[in-house]
């Protein structure tokens, strides 16, 4: 079973940056979409930012323009950048494997998340 591990979250001032990691065990990284995905207290689980196999990526409206998503196949590696950061960003922060681009059927089973708080 392909295990998920996220890292880099932590407390950040409003307008801040942070560089989230994501790392995936087993084969095969490289021929999935890779997908971040946040879910913030009392809120469902959503969408942040996606990236396809053939790295074509996929924002959510309110990450665009601040966040960046990319991969590293050697290292089975998926990050997100986000800059600008504001308070509406808190929450803890995914991610997943999917087929295609369908970034709406996660694949795999979730990890334990990384929390990110900003401070306003």
């Known amino acids: 079973q392909v295990q998920l591990v996220e890292s880099g979250g932590g407390l950040v001032q409003s307008g801040g940056s942070l560089r989230l990691s994501c790392a995936a065990s087993?084969?095969?990284?490289?021929?999935?979409?890779m997908a971040w995905y946040r879910r913030a207290p009392g809120k469902q689980r959503e969408l942040v930012a996606g990236i396809s196999s053939n790295y074509r990526t996929n924002y959510a409206d309110s990450v665009e323009g601040r966040f960046t998503i990319s991969r590293d196949n050697a290292k089975n590696t998926v990050f997100l950048q986000m800059n600008s950061l504001k308070a509406e960003d808190t929450a803890v922060y995914y991610c997943?494997?999917?087929?295609?681009?369908?970034?709406?059927?996660?694949?795999?089973?979730w990890g334990q998340g990384t929390q990110v708080t900003v401070s306003s």
């Open positions: 087993g084969s095969f990284f490289s021929i999935y979409g």
């Open positions: 997943n494997r999917v087929r295609n681009s369908d970034y709406d059927r996660p694949i795999l089973n």
